[in-house]
Nanobody
Framework: QVQLVESGGGLVQPGGSLRLSCAAS????????MGWYRQAPGKERELVAA???????NYADSVKGRFTISRDSAKNTVNLQMNSLKTEDTAVYYCNALTSAPSITFWGQGTQVTVSS
């Protein structure tokens, strides 16, 4: 079992920044892939950013150049720095962990991000 707890969501104006953190109960560097997903009202959950055990990353086209995913070894967290936020970034953001051998997916409870003036 991997427990994930997100924090850092909130209300921000367009053009502003937020930093989300995901604390894991297991060493994040032992997890195959960790990522951030989001789900807006009436829409499917979508991948925002992911970081693999080797440190490689990938991003949704809609957030490239604005969001950065990273790992903090001291705090054992995976972070999502979100800059130049847009109203369309409004969603519940979920932390995700995909373990290997066996391959199991775990989810956090989600944190609300609202971008509005």
């Amino acid at each position: 079992q991997v427990q994930l707890v997100e924090s850092g969501g909130g209300l921000v104006q367009p053009g502003g920044s937020l930093r989300l953190s995901c604390a894991a109960s297991t060493n994040i560097f032992s997890i195959g892939v960790m990522g951030w997903y989001r789900q807006a009202p009436g829409k499917e959950r979508e991948l925002v950013a992911a970081i693999r055990r080797d440190g490689s990353t990938n991003y949704a086209d809609s957030v490239k150049g604005r969001f950065t995913i990273s790992r903090d070894s001291a705090k054992n967290t995976v972070n999502l720095q979100m800059n130049s936020l847009k109203t369309e970034d409004t969603a519940v953001y979920y932390c995700n962990a995909l373990t290997s051998a066996p391959s199991i997916t775990f989810w956090g409870q989600g944190t609300q991000v609202t971008v509005s003036s």
